[in-house]
């Protein structure tokens, strides 16, 4: 990357600083570019969901490594727990979608309240392992809630066996006007399709392990017994483990790096399997370089970008995002590593803009807790708009349930300090209220950033990018209007 007309900025950038200048270029569709990261985790797309509880669970996980990407299971939730979710997806179909089922007894109150959690908004009835039906949303509106399912479920279905291309599958679909199918494996259900579903199966392709299995990280902290944590979650096959901490400098995070690399290099010698170790946040050079050193293989960078973050705020410490991955990635590249661009990213655009400054992939956290799939129940404000919460994982709130084994007087002393929001709500964008239509747009985004670059790669991107410097006047100028002025 380099800037426009070898500008050097004297002041540090955010992503709403800069704009990339087009360049002449080769490449004549979206579809000619290839997003595959070079951070060996197996993603096809530079998407990451952050380790956050309101953003990151096993719906999240499972739909996001199904287009391409991964998420991380954050450090608070319990091992059982985590161990069901990883199993969980790890089972899941690389196609086709996880069903939401339940019996012709099942009562509508109760299949309400599971629709919400898919964005195909349909649950398939079976009983004794056939199918029988479906019944969705609109067929639970305004039916007494004791009602069974058996009373209002369609029986008219359409039913696709597993391996039929997408293309048939699309054309099965609209020739009934329907939009969503179960999937039989000789007479036994393996998963659900959309239309959607079925193009998106020709756009994206899975992130899988060697095991062809979806992928899933998982985080830890730097306090308690971090070795036993860290074996822990290997042992459970984990793909990735981060290990998060807000000030990721410092000398805690120094000493428990080396317990989680001897707990991999246990792992690797007894499985074969060598699991990426992903260490952060920081946003200079410096802690770069001491991160690496210490055995991490990607470094998580930014500090106070994030939605739900206070830091800044409460402590005037941070960097604007821009400049930090910039100077973080040029470190991390000498070093033979890889750095996360994390948080501050409220457009695609910005992901664009973060990849052009060098970053293998992109963390996004509260953009996606918006979404159906966001672990969070789905409510509704005063005015009928949906929502979701989310909440800083440093908030406390958060900090709460972090520290729920500590005794009263310590964890009624910690919730005294925090620095992020312990509420916010996160409404659904009526267009995209899944978090595959988000990524949708944001890789849709990227690569057209991509083609006026002329870049077929991610690496051919940072190195044909080229970056101008803009005034607010100049963000304003390029924002839509969606209203005439």
Avoid at 80 to 107: G, L, S
Avoid at 304 to 331: D, K
Wanted: hydrophobic share 45%; glycine share 10%.
């Amino acid at each position: 990357m380099k800037f426009l007309n070898d500008l050097q900025p004297t002041y540090d950038l955010t992503y709403n600083d800069v704009f990339m200048v087009p360049g002449r270029s080769a490449v004549t569709s979206r579809f000619d570019v290839d997003l595959t990261t070079s951070d060996g985790i197996g993603t096809t797309l530079p998407l990451v969901v952050a380790n956050m509880t309101a953003v990151s669970g096993r719906r999240m996980a499972e739909t996001i490594a199904r287009r391409g990407g991964i998420a991380i299971i954050p450090q608070d939730i319990p091992l059982d727990i985590v161990a069901a979710t990883v199993q969980r997806v790890k089972a899941a179909h690389t196609v086709y979608e996880t069903p939401v089922t339940v019996t012709p007894a099942t009562t509508i109150g109760e299949v309400m309240s599971l629709l919400p959690k898919r964005a195909h908004g349909a649950a398939v009835v079976v009983e004794d392992a056939k199918v029988l039906g479906i019944v969705t949303e609109r067929d639970g509106a305004e039916i007494d809630r004791f009602a069974q399912v058996r009373e209002v479920m369609t029986t008219d279905i359409l039913t696709i066996e597993a391996g039929t291309d997408a293309r048939t599958c699309f054309n099965d679909l609209s020739a009934r006007h329907i939009d969503f199918a179960p999937i039989l494996d000789g007479g036994r259900l393996v998963g659900v399709l959309t239309r959607k579903g079925a193009l998106r199966s020709t756009i994206y392709e899975p992130a899988v392990d060697t095991a062809g299995s979806l992928v899933i990280g998982a985080a830890v902290g730097i306090n308690g017994d971090v070795s036993r944590k860290a074996a822990a979650l290997l042992d459970l096959g984990i793909d990735v483990l981060v290990v998060d901490t807000a000030h990721g400098h410092q000398a805690k995070m120094s000493e428990a790096l080396p317990l989680v690399l001897a707990a991999r290099d246990a792992y690797a010698a007894e499985s074969g399997r060598r699991v990426p170790i992903a260490a952060g946040n920081v946003v200079t050079a410096e802690g770069v370089r001491d991160l690496v050193a210490a055995g991490a293989d990607i470094i998580k960078v930014g500090v106070g970008p994030g939605a739900m973050c206070t830091t800044r705020m409460m402590t005037g410490v941070g960097r604007p995002q821009f400049s930090a991955v910039l100077e973080c990635a040029a470190a991390a590249r000498e070093l033979g590593a890889h750095i996360w661009a994390d948080g501050g990213v409220r457009y695609p655009r910005d992901v664009a803009l973060a990849l052009a400054a060098g970053s293998a992939s992109v963390m996004i956290g509260s953009w996606f807790a918006g979404t159906l799939e966001s672990p969070g129940d789905l409510q509704v404000g005063p005015d009928g708009r949906p929502y979701k919460e989310s909440f800083g994982m440093a908030s406390a709130r958060a900090v709460s349930n972090r520290t729920r084994d500590a005794a009263g007087f310590e964890r009624a002393r910690m919730a005294l300090f925090e620095e992020g929001i312990s509420s916010s709500r996160m409404f659904l964008d009526p267009d995209r209220p899944g978090v595959e239509d988000l990524v949708d747009s944001i890789i849709a985004g990227v690569r057209s950033s991509a083609t006026y670059a002329g870049a077929r790669s991610l690496a051919d991107f940072h190195e044909r990018a080229v970056i101008g410097l803009q005034s607010s006047a100049g963000y304003d100028e390029g924002r839509p209007l969606h209203a005439s002025w």
